[in-house]
C-alpha cells in the first residue's frame, strides 16, 4: 500500500508497477505491506523526487533469497475532474445499490422513525472535497456535493421516506425471522414434499411456514406462531394455502395486546374460507397504539395429513409517512420533459392543488406560485444543472416529484 492506499492490481508474482498521483501532490508516498512469511523481512527504498521510484526488498528467512518489487510514481500533469463518490452511508451504514455513477436513490428509514438520518460519504479522488445537505427530517431530501481538484461538481440525492410496514417476511431461511418470535408443531420449509412452492406475494424467501398436526390424546391439534409485540400495528396481511384439505382444517387470528389479559380473536378462518386450489391472501385491521403481538393458531385433524401454510407475512404501522410517496397517476399531474433544459411544461387534471413551490437539493426554495390554471410553463432556462423538488399542495394534498435541470 501506498498512503494506506492499496496498489491496484497487486499480486505478489508481479513485482513493478505505475502509479499516477493526483495534480499537485508534493510528499512521498509512505510505502506499508504484510508479508507472507512472518520470518522474512522487508525495507523500502524511497524515491526522492517526481518521478521516480520506490522499492521494497524482501529477504527470505535464509537470509539470501530476495525479491524487489518496484512501484514507479508520477504525478499528473492536469488537475484531477473526478467528483464521483466511493460509498455513501446512512446512520453509518452503506447505501444499498450504490453506484458512483448513479445519483439518485430512494431511501425508507424503519417504521417508527422520527428524526431525521446522517448522511456520510467518501470521495474516490483523494483531493476532492465533499459537502453535505443533511435531511432537515425524516421524510425529507438529503444529498451531497463532491467538488473535483478542478472545480467539477456532481450532486448525489438521497430521498428518504419511511417504511409503512413494521415487517415483512417473506421466510429466506428456514428460521424464525426476528428475535422474540416463537412456535410449536410448525416446520419451515421449501416444498409441499416433492413439489416446489409456488410463487406469491411481494416478499423475497424460497421458504414458506407450515402448520402441522400433532401428538394429542385426542381431539383437534393446535400448532401456533407468536410474533414479537409491535407499537401501532395497523393492517396485518399474508398469503395462505391449505394442503390435502379434509374439510376439518381452521385458522384463528387473535391479538394481544400489552398489558391484557387475554388475546383477543381478530378472525377466526374456517375450511370453506380458506379453501382454494392455490395461494390465498387475506388481510386484517388490527389498529392497536400499545405493543401487540400477533398469534396464528391452527386447528387440524388429530394425525391428519392435512397442512396449512402461511407466507409473505406483513404488518403495515398506523401511521405511515413520506412526500415522495405519491404516484403520478394518483396525483394526475403530467410534468414534461423531464429532464429540462428551458421550458418545463405542468398540466394538472385533478382540482385541489392551490400552491406550487419547487426546492434544490439544499433545501432552498428558488420559485413559488399560486396555481390558478391547468396548464404552467415555467422557465427554468437560468436554474442551475442539478435536481429540484417540485412540490404542489392543497387542502389535505401534497405531492412531490423530482425534475432534473440539464
Known amino acids: 500500500s501506498y498512503n494506506n492506499i492499496p496498489v491496484p ?9 505505475d502509479i499516477v498521483l493526483d495534480y499537485g501532490t508534493t510528499d512521498i508516498p509512505v510505502l506499508t505491506w504484510t508479508l507472507s512469511d512472518p520470518n522474512a523481512s522487508a525495507e523500502a527504498t524511497d524515491l526522492s523526487a517526481f518521478p521516480g521510484a520506490s522499492t521494497v526488498t524482501v529477504t527470505a528467512e535464509d537470509g539470501t533469497t530476495e525479491n524487489i518489487y518496484t512501484i514507479n510514481f508520477s504525478v499528473s500533469a492536469t488537475m484531477s475532474s473526478d467528483a464521483t463518490l466511493k460509498e455513501i452511508r446512512i446512520n ?15 431511501y425508507a428509514l424503519p417504521f417508527g422513525t422520527t428524526g431525521p438520518a446522517v448522511i456520510s460519504a467518501v470521495a474516490n479522488s483523494l483531493v ?19 467538488t473535483a481538484q478542478n472545480g467539477t461538481e456532481s450532486q448525489y440525492a438521497i430521498f428518504f421516506s419511511i417504511n409503512p410496514y413494521i415487517y415483512t417476511v417473506g421466510w429466506e431461511t428456514a428460521s424464525l425471522p426476528f428475535d422474540g418470535w416463537s412456535t410449536e408443531n410448525t416446520i419451515i ?36 406462531l407468536t410474533t414479537s409485540m409491535y407499537p401501532k400495528s395497523g393492517v396485518l396481511k399474508f398469503w395462505l394455502y391449505v394442503q390435502l384439505p379434509d374439510g376439518n382444517e381452521g385458522m384463528t387470528i387473535s391479538k394481544h395486546v400489552k398489558g391484557a389479559t387475554d388475546p ?56 405511515s409517512t413520506g412526500i415522495f410517496g405519491n404516484r403520478m397517476d394518483e396525483a394526475n399531474i403530467l410534468i414534461y420533459p423531464n429532464p429540462v433544459s428551458d421550458y418545463l411544461n405542468i398540466q394538472i387534471f385533478e382540482q385541489g392543488f392551490d ?13 413559488s406560485r399560486k ?20 412540490t404542489f399542495t392543497g387542502d389535505n394534498k401534497r ?5 432534473i435541470k440539464l
Not at 476532492?128 to 463532491?146: D, E, I, K, M
Not at 400552491?355 to 420559485?367: Q, W
Open 128 to 146: 476532492a472535497t465533499v459537502s453535505y445537505s443533511q435531511p432537515g427530517s425524516a421524510t425529507s431530501l438529503g444529498g451531497v456535493t463532491v
Open 399 to 403: 405531492y412531490s416529484t423530482r425534475i
Open 189 to 224: 420449509s421449501t416444498n409441499f414434499g416433492t413439489e416446489p412452492i409456488t410463487n406469491h406475494g411481494d416478499f423475497p424467501g424460497v421458504y414458506a411456514f407450515r402448520f402441522i398436526c400433532g401428538k394429542a390424546a385426542s381431539g383437534s391439534v393446535s400448532g401456533s
Open 371 to 390: 396555481i390558478t390554471d391547468s396548464n404552467i410553463s415555467l422557465d427554468v432556462s437560468e436554474y442551475d444543472k442539478g435536481i429540484y423538488i417540485i
Open 264 to 319: 383477543v380473536v381478530v378472525a377466526t378462518l374456517s375450511a370453506a374460507e380458506m379453501a382454494s386450489a392455490n395461494w390465498k391472501e387475506f388481510s386484517f385491521n388490527i389498529n392497536e397504539t400499545d405493543s401487540t403481538r400477533i398469534i396464528f393458531t391452527s386447528s387440524l385433524t388429530l394425525d391428519g395429513t392435512t397442512s396449512i401454510w402461511i407466507d409473505d407475512v406483513s404488518l403495515k404501522g398506523m401511521v
Open 9 to 17: 492490481g497487486f499480486d505478489g508474482a508481479t513485482n513493478t508497477y
Open 355 to 367: 400552491n406550487l413551490e419547487i426546492y434544490n437539493l439544499f433545501g432552498v426554495r428558488v420559485h
Open 92 to 106: 453509518g451504514e452503506l447505501l444499498p445499490g450504490f453506484d458512483p455513477s448513479v445519483y439518485e436513490y430512494q
